[in-house]
């Protein structure tokens, strides 16, 4: 028997019974409450994945993005040297602002591995089970690298979209520097490349095959801009849907036995981080202990 985890991220639970997708991802679902990040005020994917991949909190795992001792780390040594140090001196507006400025010129925050959390004795859900971990955040394996599967923001990101943080509002509002119809094409093609993913893991017989989705959310902080500049009231919906019609692509392909859990680590309505986070499952009894 295989347990199939899908990590929609930013899949909100309000939006999902709002938009008529109640039991759509799965049969059995609710919705669940986020963490939330002391300092940001709202939950951050950055340290929610851990969590969820741990059991415990980010104080606990840790894993933090930002706290009033730790600040967000890069891939470059040299920029993390520097948030480091401006995090000392800067308060958290201006912190927020720098960070989506390096993210904007194409820098992503740096990822943990499974070798970090055993190295702090900090066990996962992937610990003593033949499982396939893809793409899931501050858990980068050597087979997401070996077939080119990429975490978070990254360069093409960059390219595609401008990251604005509307402090008064806030939010975080991707502007898209292409037409909707081609980020839609982009953010979809990356999807069905991690689905499938999924799908070829299931040739190799797996307890646990567990896959994060970025879809949801990216899409979720394109809204305020989309709605606007392109006047497209349903953007935000259709992305449902067609979340909703790739996790059925996982459905058909699984076993009797096989279990499938949708969850995600928060909410995003108009741009904002919820605490709206969702769980379904083909098995009642999976979201009843989440």
Excluded at 207 to 229: N, S
Aim: hydrophobic share 35%.
């Amino acid at each position: 028997m295989t347990t199939y985890v899908l990590g929609w991220d930013g899949l909100d639970a309000r939006l999902c019974e709002e938009f008529g997708l109640s039991g759509e991802f799965a049969p059995f679902d609710r919705g669940i409450e986020s963490l939330e990040n002391p300092v940001l005020g709202k939950p951050d994917t950055y340290e929610m994945w851990p969590s969820m991949i741990t059991g415990t909190e980010p104080d606990v795992h840790g894993v933090q993005l930002i706290d009033d001792d730790v600040g967000a780390s890069f891939d470059s040594r040299l920029l993390s040297y520097g948030a480091e140090t401006v995090h000392k001196v800067l308060p958290t507006d201006a912190r927020v602002w720098i960070g989506l400025k390096l993210r904007n010129m194409g820098f992503s925050l740096s990822q943990k591995t499974p070798e970090w959390y055993r190295e702090r004795g900090v066990p996962t859900v992937f610990d003593g089970r033949d499982s396939r971990a893809i793409t899931v955040p501050n858990y980068v394996t050597e087979e997401d690298e070996d077939v080119g599967l990429e975490i978070g923001w990254n360069s093409k990101h960059a390219e595609m979209l401008h990251a604005d943080a509307e402090l008064r509002e806030e939010r975080v509002v991707y502007r898209p520097k292409k037409p909707p119809e081609r980020i839609d094409e982009w953010l979809l093609a990356e999807s069905s490349e991690k689905i499938g993913a999924v799908l070829s893991a299931a040739d190799e017989d797996y307890d646990l095959v567990f896959a994060w989705l970025p879809y949801l959310d990216t899409i979720g902080h394109t809204v305020p801009a989309v709605e606007r500049d392109f006047d497209e009231p349903e953007w935000q919906e259709r992305a449902y849907n067609k979340a909703a019609a790739l996790t059925d692509t996982v459905r058909e392909f699984m076993e009797e036995d096989d279990e499938l859990v949708v969850v995600s680590d928060h909410g995003n309505r108009d741009g904002r981080h919820t605490m709206d986070a969702y769980i379904a499952s083909t098995d009642a009894e999976a979201i009843e202990v989440a």
